[in-house]
């Protein structure tokens, strides 16, 4: 019966899945035979093992005929689509015998497999990419026909030793029949985040685990008024950045072959992933989507905990939140391994499980976040899909996941649509609504760089719960508004008193904002002290309360006559930065209504003031990087087709980039050295990079950690 079984998955293409190991509910293991033994990961295209005759409903869910015949027509086993000359279509035979449309094959083997999908035969021929096409680096290797001796995810996993049986560990099943209803089993941390003591990834315990202070800067729009003048809305910008944090990881002599994870003492993460496991997800989606979930596992260390929640129809949580151990490691491997695509699109189930994961949790990391991919529109719960309504998207998310609901400790949630076909809407609201990005990934290769950029930020957290306090000093200032975007920013009724809550910051990450207030006249003073800036934060790992010592006070001339002034670079930069997320918000809601002219004609209006600036006229870089941005948001809106098919998510992620100041993945590359990364760290650039260099097992001398492009308020040169 199990050959039966395999020739029928052989003809419905299912083999062009990962190696799928054995799991608890399958065939007991030999005795003395160890459950982290079984295979790992592996982004090679492998043979299943022997699986139940009757699929489950949680595995699956497809429904075999009793018999199953050979079809009378050669199909291709990646696509599951009829192959025959003619139809316009390259047909691939390999030295095995077994055909593939050309395309589908070189989509499979441009990620690093060289064996069969059908028969496990491996080729010492494959089909080659046209060299002349817009490849990333690392597509552009195989292209010219460049191919590793051993697959990168293989060297990774294979450098895991073998964990030791633990007699008080409880492993439960993958693939649990009844999840309980209370998601209370999570895993014990081995120390509380209140310790003093922080262990990092290689166990070794270090004692300071104390950060720098936070860097602020204040910049006047101009540095004086003259006496007798007035000046309305006058620009103050406040410019914040985050400490290193305790150790600065270096990499030292051997760049090619960084740590397997980060020595950066820091603060554990719980982390839950949310996975769009439907039907649209079948093929390379699939395989390149638990590629992306091996990079993440790899890269947690034994502190940080993870949990995944697979959604389609219905959702189901594949383990509870465990501690990313060698031993959790190789179990995590082999449940994200185990998905299987099929069914529907259940965003809302899935959203609400990972929130359930967070909420019932007996244990609490220092720092928590959900992360959400799906390339579909929920047809379940929204039930006018890209409504110009946020209404309708806010059944989606769980309320103890929106900002200010109170009922928890704030987890944002960070969602990636993935393709033409995602609900860019329902995705950009879910980020929003939760305190998160949106991020748009359009070709199925940036995947796992996409995911290496936003952990890269969340085991970087140096700051948490920071707020900024903007005093007025003289008494017959008020301030008039605060440009903060996305974060909530408040003025007391007095006009006297500004409060800007800003959250968590990753290392070294930078936060500009904009204070607006009137200069009165002032005929006695030789100066005035505008305003005093105050910032309140917790460190995340001794969750001690941080003050600043020292205020940072904001002082302008009052001269009786003042020359032709010069306008702050600085000051003119953030300017244009908020004017331009302003025009794309603008432009978004036009075409939203249908009219793609008028949202065209106010991002190139945009575009025309940008170059007028003094910033821009200086050459500054984030000028140039808003006016490249415009331009392909026109491009984007050329027509309704182009619009609806990339158009509405890059936009979004645009917005959701410049209102949060930080960085999202956008399009089809993520090259850090690209303009449109302007938010990246450090910790970002260097998980980004080491996603691309150990993509093909040894790393690459010529991809060395880059340092993020720098877009702060430090003078540019010309």
């Not at 950045?241 to 020595?263: F, V």
């Not at 359930?356 to 379940?380: A, E, F, H, N």
């Amino acid at each position: 019966m199990s050959s039966k079984w395999r020739k029928a998955k052989m003809a419905l293409g299912l083999n062009s899945c990962l190696y799928v190991p054995k799991t608890l509910d399958d065939a007991p293991p030999a005795a003395g035979t160890r459950f982290s033994d079984v295979p790992s990961l592996s982004p090679t295209v492998s043979q299943r093992p022997r699986t139940p005759t009757t699929p489950t409903p949680s595995s699956s869910g497809l429904r075999l005929p009793k018999h199953t015949t050979k079809s009378s027509k050669p199909t291709c086993s990646i696509c599951l689509t009829t192959m025959k000359p003619g139809q316009g279509h390259a047909i691939f035979t390999a030295e095995c015998s077994h055909s593939f449309h050309f395309h589908c094959i070189t989509s499979n083997v441009k990620h690093g497999n060289q064996i069969c999908p059908v028969c496990r035969a491996k080729w010492k021929e494959v089909p080659f990419q046209n060299p002349a096409s817009n490849l990333s680096s690392r597509q552009s290797r195989i292209s010219r026909g460049i191919w590793p001796q051993d697959d990168g995810w293989m060297t990774v996993v294979q450098r895991l030793p073998h964990p030791r049986p633990d007699a008080n560990r409880h492993i439960s099943p993958l693939r649990q029949a009844h999840e309980p209803g209370v998601f209370d089993d999570d895993e014990r941390m081995d120390h509380q985040p209140e310790a003093t003591a922080k262990m990092s990834s290689d166990n070794t315990y270090f004692n300071d685990c104390s950060i720098g202070e936070i860097e602020i800067k204040t910049y006047s729009e101009v540095s004086s008024v003259a006496r007798s003048a007035s000046h309305s809305n006058f620009n103050i910008l406040l410019h914040l950045k985050a400490p290193i944090g305790s150790k600065e990881q270096q990499y030292g002599e051997d760049q090619a072959n960084p740590p397997l994870i980060s020595q950066n003492p820091r603060a554990p993460v719980d982390l839950v992933t949310v996975l769009d496991i439907s039907g649209s997800m079948a093929g390379t989606k699939l395989v390149l989507l638990k590629r992306a979930m091996g990079f993440v596992i790899q890269n947690l260390g034994p502190s940080d905990r993870l949990s995944v929640i697979a959604f389609s129809s219905t959702a189901r949580r594949l383990f509870p939140l465990r501690r990313m151990t060698d031993t959790g490691r190789q179990e995590a491997l082999q449940a994200v391994n185990a998905l299987i695509s099929n069914g529907g699109t259940n965003i809302a189930e899935g959203l609400r499980k990972g929130a359930k994961v967070m909420t019932d949790r007996k244990w609490k990391s220092p720092v928590s976040s959900i992360i959400l991919l799906s390339d579909g529109q929920d047809t379940y719960t929204i039930t006018s899909p890209r409504a110009n309504s946020r209404t309708d998207y806010q059944s989606l998310l769980p309320s103890s996941m929106r900002r200010g609901s109170g009922a928890g400790p704030h987890i944002p949630v960070h969602s990636f649509g993935f393709g033409a076909d995602h609900d860019a809407v329902s995705m950009h609201s879910i980020s929003e609504a939760s305190g998160g990005t949106f991020s748009f990934i359009e070709a199925e290769s940036v995947i796992q760089d996409a995911f290496a950029q936003c952990i890269g930020g969340l085991l970087s957290v140096v700051v948490q719960e920071l707020q900024v306090v903007v005093d007025c000093v003289n008494p017959r200032l008020r301030l008039n508004s605060i440009k903060a975007g996305n974060y909530t920013s408040t003025v007391t009724a007095d006009a006297r008193t500004g409060f800007i809550e800003v959250g968590d910051l990753y290392a070294e990450e930078e936060r500009d904002f904009l204070v607006i207030l009137d200069i009165p006249v002032d005929k006695y003073s030789a100066d005035m002290t505008l305003v005093k800036i105050k910032c309140h934060y917790k460190n995340p790992m001794t969750k001690e309360l941080v003050t600043l010592a020292e205020s940072r006070n904001v002082v302008i001339q009052r001269p009786e006559t003042t020359g032709q002034l010069s306008v702050s670079m600085e000051v003119d930069r953030q300017r244009n930065r908020v004017c331009a997320a302003e025009a794309m918000a603008e432009a978004r809601a036009a075409a939203e209504r249908g009219d793609l002219t008028t949202a065209v004609s106010v991002l190139e209006h945009c575009r025309k003031q940008l170059s007028e600036t003094v910033s821009a006229q200086g050459g500054d870089r984030l000028c140039v990087a808003l006016g490249t941005e415009l331009k392909e948001m026109q491009e984007r809106m050329a027509n309704r087709r182009v619009y609806e098919s990339s158009g509405r998510a890059y936009v979004l992620s645009g917005l959701s980039s410049h209102s949060w100041q930080r960085a999202t993945a956008r399009g089809d590359s993520m090259d850090s050295t690209s303009l449109m990364h302007a938010y990246q760290t450090p910790s970002m650039v260097d998980m980004v990079t080491r996603s691309q260099t150990m993509y093909f097992g040894s790393p690459s001398p010529q991809l060395a950690a880059r340092p993020a492009r720098s877009f702060s308020t430090q003078p540019q040169p010309r």
